[in-house]
C-alpha cells in the first residue's frame, strides 16, 4: 500500500486492476441496460450486457455532464429521465458501496471512516458521442478543500478505442500552477467571488479545454496516457490530475459505462453541495 502511495503522489492516480469481482460489475451492466432498453438506446434483439448501441444520431443520447441534457428531441428527454432514475437505484447504490472498493479506500487515505458523496454521474457514453473535456476535479468540487479522492469505475471492458479515460502526464504541479496563478490574482475576492471568477474563466461546462491534443502541446508537449481498462479495474486520481474522456470508436458498437466516485474524510472539510444525487438543472 505504501508503494501504491507513493504512485498516487507522483503520478497524480493509480489504476487498480481487478479491484471489484468481475460478475459484480457484468451483473450491474446487464442490469442497467436492462433498465435502458425502453429509451432504445441499445440494439434491438442484443443481449443487454453487451450494450450493443442501436446507432442512432448520438444527440439523442447525452450523457450526464453534457450541459444540453435537456436542450434537444423528445428521445433525448426520455433517456435522460430514464438515466435519473437509473441514478437513484438501489442497484447502483449497491455496487458503488461494495465492500472491498470500500476498505480499499479507507487502507489507501487512512482516513478514519469513509463517506462517498451521493452526487455521481453514470454515463453511458454512446460511439460518436461528444466527449468530456479536458478538466481537473478540484474545478467542480470547489466549495471544499482539495482532499477528497475519485474513483473512474468502468462497468465492463473499456479497450483504448472505446473511449475510456486519458491522463496527462505530470498534471498535478501544472494543475496546481493555475490554481496558485489564479489565487494571487484574485486576494481581494470575496470566497465567493473568487469561485464564480475562476470558473468564468474556464471554458464551457467549466473545462480548461476541448481538444486534449492542443491542450496537451500547449503546456509542455506532455503526453496523453491511455489504456485498456477491464471489468473490476478501478482508476483513482488526485483532485489536481488533468484528465479527459476520449472518443468512443468501438468497432463492435459497444457503449461505454462508467461512473465517477468521490470518497472524503467526513470528519473533515468538503463540499456538501456534492450530497445530493445528480440532476441535469442542479447547477454544478
Known amino acids: 500500500m505504501?508503494?501504491?502511495?507513493?504512485?498516487?503522489v507522483e503520478q497524480g492516480y493509480i489504476w487498480v486492476k481487478g479491484l471489484i469481482p468481475r460478475?459484480?460489475?457484468?451483473?450491474?451492466?446487464?442490469?442497467?441496460?436492462?433498465?435502458?432498453?425502453?429509451?432504445?438506446?441499445?440494439?434491438?434483439?442484443?443481449?443487454?450486457?453487451?450494450?450493443?448501441?442501436?446507432?442512432?444520431?448520438?444527440?439523442?443520447?447525452?450523457?450526464?455532464?453534457?450541459?444540453?441534457?435537456?436542450?434537444?428531441?423528445?428521445?433525448?428527454?426520455k433517456f435522460i429521465k430514464r438515466n435519473i432514475e437509473a441514478h437513484h437505484s438501489k442497484w447502483l447504490e449497491e455496487?458503488?458501496?461494495?465492500?472491498?472498493?470500500?476498505?480499499?479506500?479507507?487502507?489507501?487515505?487512512?482516513?478514519?471512516?469513509?463517506?462517498?458523496?451521493?452526487r455521481q454521474m453514470l454515463r453511458a457514453n454512446v460511439p460518436g458521442a461528444e466527449t468530456t473535456a479536458v478538466h481537473y476535479d478540484h474545478i467542480f468540487l470547489r466549495y471544499g478543500p482539495p482532499t477528497f479522492l475519485t474513483?473512474?469505475?468502468?462497468?465492463?471492458?473499456?479497450?483504448?478505442e472505446?473511449?475510456?479515460?486519458?491522463?496527462?502526464?505530470?498534471?498535478?504541479?501544472?494543475?496546481?500552477?493555475?490554481?496558485?496563478?489564479?489565487?494571487r490574482r484574485a486576494q481581494k475576492f470575496t470566497p465567493e467571488q473568487r469561485i464564480n471568477a475562476f470558473?468564468?474563466?474556464?471554458?464551457?461546462g467549466g473545462h480548461l479545454g476541448h481538444d486534449s491534443q492542443a491542450f496537451g502541446s500547449t503546456h509542455g508537449?506532455?503526453?496523453?496516457l491511455i489504456a485498456d481498462y477491464e471489468a473490476g479495474d478501478v482508476v483513482f486520481h488526485h483532485p489536481y490530475s488533468i484528465h479527459a474522456s476520449c472518443v468512443?470508436?468501438?468497432?463492435?458498437?459497444?457503449?461505454?459505462?462508467?461512473?465517477?466516485?468521490?470518497?472524503?474524510?467526513?470528519?473533515?472539510?468538503?463540499?456538501?453541495?456534492?450530497?445530493?444525487?445528480?440532476?441535469?438543472?442542479?447547477?454544478?
Not at 459497444?254 to 473533515?268: C, G, H, K, S
Open 151 to 160: 474513483g473512474w469505475l468502468p462497468f465492463g471492458d473499456i479497450p483504448v
Open 221 to 224: 508537449n506532455r503526453k496523453w
Open 23 to 77: 460478475e459484480d460489475i457484468m451483473a450491474f451492466r446487464r442490469k442497467y441496460f436492462e433498465f435502458m432498453a425502453p429509451t432504445g438506446v441499445t440494439k434491438e434483439g442484443s443481449d443487454p450486457v453487451d450494450g450493443i448501441y442501436c446507432g442512432a444520431d448520438p444527440e439523442m443520447f447525452l450523457p450526464p455532464g453534457n450541459g444540453r441534457e435537456c436542450e434537444n428531441t423528445e428521445q433525448a428527454d
Open 248 to 284: 468512443n470508436e468501438s468497432p463492435t458498437n459497444t457503449i461505454r459505462l462508467a461512473t465517477d466516485l468521490r470518497f472524503v474524510n467526513p470528519e473533515a472539510p468538503y463540499d456538501t453541495r456534492w450530497t445530493d444525487y445528480w440532476s441535469p438543472t442542479d447547477g454544478l
Open 162 to 183: 472505446g473511449g475510456g479515460l486519458t491522463y496527462l502526464e505530470d498534471a498535478v504541479p501544472l494543475a496546481q500552477a493555475m490554481e496558485n496563478d489564479f489565487s
Open 2 to 8: 505504501d508503494e501504491m502511495r507513493e504512485m498516487f
Open 199 to 204: 470558473n468564468a474563466n474556464m471554458m464551457r
Open 95 to 118: 455496487i458503488t458501496t461494495h465492500p472491498v472498493l470500500f476498505q480499499f479506500v479507507k487502507e489507501f487515505t487512512n482516513w478514519p471512516t469513509v463517506k462517498l458523496l451521493k
